[in-house]
């Protein structure tokens, strides 16, 4: 009986047991969990490029809202009455690509307000053109409007059409001068066809001002700025929208005063409220029962929150820009009930860009923000709730185990 070999077996058994354990429990902390920032200011936000408008060279003046699909950020730049297309497949340089712009006859972009991209179609709400607008971008360098619906009042309801929603082939599109919500199939996007309409201010409808909608489970939360309100719609009958429940009033408890954008994450609604400087937090899971649970304003958090214009959720953190206050935070939600601030930037000019900020887009590590008062595109880099692991990373271990495990292959 050999002893000795008995032993070096045994001892390389071992080791290499205790290898693949501990790579095992790597590989799961690599990647089958995120790995997020901390929160209380521990994230970090960057700016990293911008590209501002020259006039007729960049197209960027009042920007307003922004769209990222692919390599390319679709931009509505509501005083220049132009859709936008810059090219951010390298985001610390981005290069402008195209636009198509005019108002009236034949555009209809007159006030582009908003934007929602889907396969290569652009759909828009353009606010004084009263008018929904589909523009074929398959060529980038070469957009093209195939098909538009507009008109205040009787039929179509777009008067001051302001954002759209795009879902299962439907738009839903809601207009502030109109007090409206109008859903348009959307199927067959060169020839759209308006499917049903509700409008009206006030008890009953709450859909004064109607500035922002987000569109899940068959429901449609529509932000309405003069009702101060919140209004759930059932959208499941596109023909005959009917509303489920609301939630309404400025100040305390709701904090809904100016309510101007929605953002929807389980069950959770994250309203910027222009008006009352707050990010307001509603619970929507009873749809005949939606109400305010908390509310943060900008007075509890340095005045960062000074008229919020946008929100979006990312996993656990929203990000929010405020346009009297030039800046873009975030807030950590892991608790939704009680959400905390995790980082922010403020500032109008170089090197932020922020002055009054309208449109906010994130993808990745990359928060994309347009921005009415510099009429610019500024684009920052982040940390926050994003997988912390990279090739580097994994490259970097794989050297380490050979190094360490000499029986590695």
């Keep these: 009986m050999n002893l000795k070999a008995d032993k070096s077996f045994s001892f390389k058994l071992f080791y ?10 790597l590989f799961l902390s690599v990647f089958a969990f995120d790995i997020y920032a901390e929160s209380g200011g521990k994230g970090f936000l960057n700016p990293v490029s911008n590209i501002v408008s020259t006039g007729a060279d960049t197209y960027l003046n009042g920007a307003n809202d922004v769209f990222v699909s692919g390599n390319y950020a679709y931009i509505a730049a509501m005083a220049d009455n132009s859709m936008t297309i810059i090219n951010v497949s390298d985001p610390k340089n981005p290069v402008f690509e195209s636009s198509i712009k005019g108002m009236g006859t034949p555009n209809y ?12 179609f652009c759909f828009a709400a353009c606010s004084k053109d009263n008018s929904f607008v589909v523009i074929d971008c398959n060529d980038t360098k070469n957009p093209e409007v195939v098909a538009v619906i507009s008109g205040s009042g009787a039929p179509n309801y777009l008067g001051g059409a302001r954002d759209v929603f795009i879902k299962d082939n439907r738009a839903y599109v809601v207009s502030s001068a109109d007090n409206s919500l109008s859903i348009i199939d959307v199927s067959s996007p060169q020839n759209p066809r308006m499917l049903g309409v509700v409008q ?7 859909l004064g001002g109607a500035s922002g909608i987000y569109v899940t489970e068959g ?11 919140i ?40 309203v910027a409220s222009s008006k009352d400087n707050t990010l307001a937090v509603i619970n929507t899971k009873d749809k005949s029962n939606i109400k305010t649970e908390y509310s943060i304003t900008s ?26 206050s ?25 090197p932020n860009f922020l002055g009054r900020p309208a449109g906010l887009f994130v993808l990745g590590k990359y928060i994309f923000v347009t921005t009415a008062g510099d009429d610019s595109l500024s684009i920052f880099e982040t940390n926050i709730g994003i997988k912390a692991i990279t090739d580097n990373n994994v490259s970097s271990l794989r050297k380490w185990l050979r190094i360490h495990n000499p029986y590695s292959v």
């Design 16 to 25: 290499n047991i205790f290898i693949a354990v501990f790579v095992f429990i």
């Design 109 to 120: 972009l007159g006030g582009i307000s908003k934007l929602f991209v889907v396969s290569h």
């Design 200 to 206: 009206g201010a006030g008890a009953g409808s709450y």
């Design 219 to 229: 429901h449609a939360f529509v932000a309405s700025e003069k009702d101060n309100a």
């Design 231 to 270: 209004a759930c719609y059932d959208v499941r009958n596109p023909a005959n929208p009917v509303l489920s429940g609301f939630v309404e009033g400025a100040g305390k408890p709701g904090y809904l005063g100016g309510a101007k954008s929605i953002f929807i994450k389980d069950n959770i609604g994250y």
């Design 299 to 324: 007075s509890s958090i340095d005045n960062y929150l000074k008229m919020p214009q946008a929100v979006f959720v990312r996993e656990n953190f929203v990000f929010v820009i405020s346009q009297e």
């Design 326 to 350: 030039n800046s873009l935070a975030v807030f950590d939600i892991g608790n939704p009930s009680q959400p905390k601030l995790a980082a922010s930037l403020n500032g109008a000019g170089s």
